[in-house]
């Protein structure tokens, strides 16, 4: 109870002295006072006023901004300005990562100039393999495929007889329906070939269901690679592409592609290589001429040089365009080429089919022509010292009469039959005197002694050749050291000077 009583004062004290500092902050008169230095902290500056910063406790005040306005749907067709974006974009194949992609992918970057004059190579054709591969909804890096089957060099011929951008060989081009005859090769058409080439690639993916599998099909044949599939299975090994057994060419020719992918889908070693540009848009067009045009005067009428309308046009083998075959143009000279083929005045071809009506050397032909043998060989696929025999049909320079062309336009190829030279025989030395001496004939002419004589004439000129020289070193009824002596020959002479004289040599009469 004293406690009690003892402590009663103190707690009377505390309520006092908190009612006092009560009334004072509710105070309105220290409201209105600009020193408020019993509670600094508590001072807040008018917008008016300049703050005033101390140096230890004062905060610094941040504004904080509105966040940008997002748009309200984002448009995934719009189309980029880079053809390199654009097949960035459309990558779709499983990468591959082991150490042959980084030799390729070192082995292509310490080349840069290479890779520029590749790609500006493929600055023709890239924009239309790509259209190509997105119609058809498969992966946009086989765009990059021709720099490994060809550097993008649509007359690149391969010692398998592989021709083209894609690089065909005649049996897979004519399975694809590419035409490949004396007129011209689809192998190497830009349109054609592209068309073939993904038809391909698509049939060997869905036998697969691997776009590894189906490029070293592509490669190696699809019949190859079935069987080393079907020989991992038999050992119960993996059968994706790594885990197979195949030749080098085909283990490297993946990893050329993915190295070349690396390249290409990072924009940054892009620029640091210098590569170009490739404006996403396209590059040519395709038309035809109802009529029989040259080469020569096509470009002409496209205002082209012959070198860049043969780039874009590499697949004919003669001077002349059949009639209603593509012709590729650059996309902004479609119109100049409509005009002015439109407004010529002049036959649209130069040449016109002669036929040969008695056995002639090619440059008796090219005199009579006003031309060059060497021409006449080049233009119709012939060597330059053939002889013609009656019958044959080739291209001579004309004055646009093509009246005798149209039958030589239907053909797939033209008639050329070869004659052989008129040279003399090889004879031996007369024996005694009053010998009948050597005649001079054709070879073709049908004689007793040449029934089995079955020798073409450039082999049968060589021998002949041959023969002669061994004669002259050889006296007539001597024989021969080993080494020079021939078979013995298969029919005896027409007509010989002496029972002594023998033949030497192989005979080809």
Known sequence: MQHSNNSSPLLKIRKTLSAIVFSLLATPTLAQLGDLSIFPSLKIPSPSEQPTRSTDDSLTVHEIQGAPALPVSIDLTARENNLWDRIRNGFAMTDLNDDLVLHYQQWYQNRPDALRRMVERSRPYLHHIVEELEARGMPTELALLPMVESSFNPNAYSRAHASGLWQFIPATGKRFNLEQNWWRDERRDIVASTNAALDYLQTIYDMHGDWHLALASYNWGEGAVKRAIVKNEARGLPTDYPSLNMPNETRHYVPKLQAL????????????????????????????????????????????????????????????????TPVVIPADKVDTFRSNLHASKVPLTQWQAYTVTTAERLDQIAARFDTSAAELARVNGLSEKVRLGAGSTLLVPGSGNTSGLTSLLNAAAPQHIIAPERTARTCGKPAKKGAKACVTRDEHVPAKSDKTSKVGPAKGDKTISKAGTNKASAPSGKPQPKAAQGKPATAKPASSPSKSAKPTGKSRQ
């Open 261 to 324: 992918k690396n390249i290409f889908g990072n924009p940054g070693l892009i620029a640091r290589l210098g590569l170009p540009f490739i404006p996403n848009e396209p590059y040519f067009a395709t038309l035809e001429s109802p009529q029989p045009i040259d080469v020569k005067t096509a470009a002409r009428l496209a205002n082209m040089s012959m070198e860049e309308f043969q780039r874009l046009n590499p697949s004919h083998n003669r001077p002349i365009i059949k009639p209603d």
